[in-house]
């Protein structure tokens, strides 16, 4: 079952940053936090992710608070091509599935 | 970057008929992979896992006498929808965990609509 919470919805003006909140207070110790996203009618697309310290890549950053309890995904610069659903697991490190909740539906203005 | 293909992308059938959607790791070796489903607006389901070699393990709910998963190769899921009804039209998307490194791949999704 899906262990995160997400807002449904949220809106970015073009240029700005995004910033997508999950929670998920629920964590082990040996669970990682991911982020993928889904573009319309397309498959997950492999965001980022982290255990306990903040991760960097071209796509996005992650915050993940001290006590591991949230994290917020931040995507610096949101284009319109950024419009897409974003879904916030946790999964250990030696499990496989990825259980999906609802994600944040995030819409990129123009 | 590794690549999962699914094949087809898109598929039309007729009520009662069978369909086989197939999933493959392009550049790695899949031990495991699994089977999704998405209905319009949701998010999406985990189906099945799928084990190279051995049976599928199924979610609760899921049929598996209905899904059919085949896993012969370490590249090579297919999912077999059998007598395939209206309720079954969803988009199905497959993913693969690269043996080597535990980083799981997902396919482009599959569009299934029962006419």
Request: net charge neutral; glycine share 8%.
């Amino acid at each position: 079952d899906a262990k995160t919470t997400q807002p449904p919805s949220m809106d970015c003006a073009e240029g700005r940053a995004a910033n997508l909140p999950c929670n998920h207070s629920t964590i082990s110790g040996n669970e990682y936090v991911y982020w993928y996203r889904q573009i319309h009618s397309q498959g997950p697309q492999y965001i980022i992710h982290g255990l306990k310290n903040n991760e960097t890549n071209e796509m996005a950053s992650l915050i993940i608070t001290e006590d591991r309890k949230s994290s917020t995904l931040i995507l610096p610069h949101a284009t319109l091509r950024d419009t897409a659903v974003y879904y916030c697991i946790v999964r250990s490190n030696t499990g496989n599935q990825f259980y999906f909740g609802t994600g944040t539906s995030l819409t990129v203005i123009p | 970057g590794a690549v999962v293909s699914q094949h087809p992308s898109r598929v039309i059938c007729k009520s009662g008929t069978s369909v086989k959607i197939e999933c493959r790791s392009l550049d790695f070796q899949a031990t495991t992979m699994f089977w999704y489903r998405q209905f319009p607006k949701q998010s999406l389901m985990l189906m099945a896992t799928s084990n190279e070699g051995s049976k599928a393990t199924y979610e609760q709910g899921v049929e598996k006498d209905k899904f059919l998963i085949n896993h012969a190769s370490l590249t090579l899921s297919t999912l077999t929808v059998t007598s395939a009804h209206p309720e079954d039209s969803s988009f199905y998307i497959c993913s693969a965990t690269d043996g080597g490194t535990g980083e799981a791949f997902f396919g482009q999704g599959t569009r299934l609509t029962v006419v």
